[in-house]
């Protein structure tokens, strides 16, 4: 199979799954789950399923929604084989992706040091002011 086709069917797979996590999974340990990526391995048998799930920061949070999800891998891989035409559906593995979460972690540092920043300037003119009244 080709690298092309795997592609193919992860977006597919992404398209899809994202559909049904926001139509079909009503479980509230989920919050809002959110289909990042898809991995397809090139002879199409299993599929790596990147989840974030928003509201969800806290580690235990995070674990539990995904085994929610991961307890529903049957119902989604049925789900996945009613809506594509394919001899067989990949088997799906899902994995937290953090990269948003680390994204998020990064932006609030930069934003703390560029105000810390700001901060030190701001006292620093008004103790030169001071120094020159």
Known sequence: MSQA?????????QRELAQVFQRE??????????VSAVEVTSDLQNAKVFVTFLGKDEQEEIEEALEVVRGAAGF???KLAKEMRMRSVPSLRFFFDKSIQEGQRMS??????VSDDQQKSA???????????
């Open 25 to 34: 999974m009503k479980d509230p340990r989920l919050g809002i789950a959110t």
């Open 123 to 133: 006292n620093k003119k008004q103790s030169d002011k001071d120094d020159h009244s």
């Open 108 to 113: 609030s540092l930069i934003e703390k040091a």
């Open 5 to 13: 086709r795997a592609n193919r069917v992860a977006d597919q797979i």
């Open 76 to 78: 989604l891989r049925s």
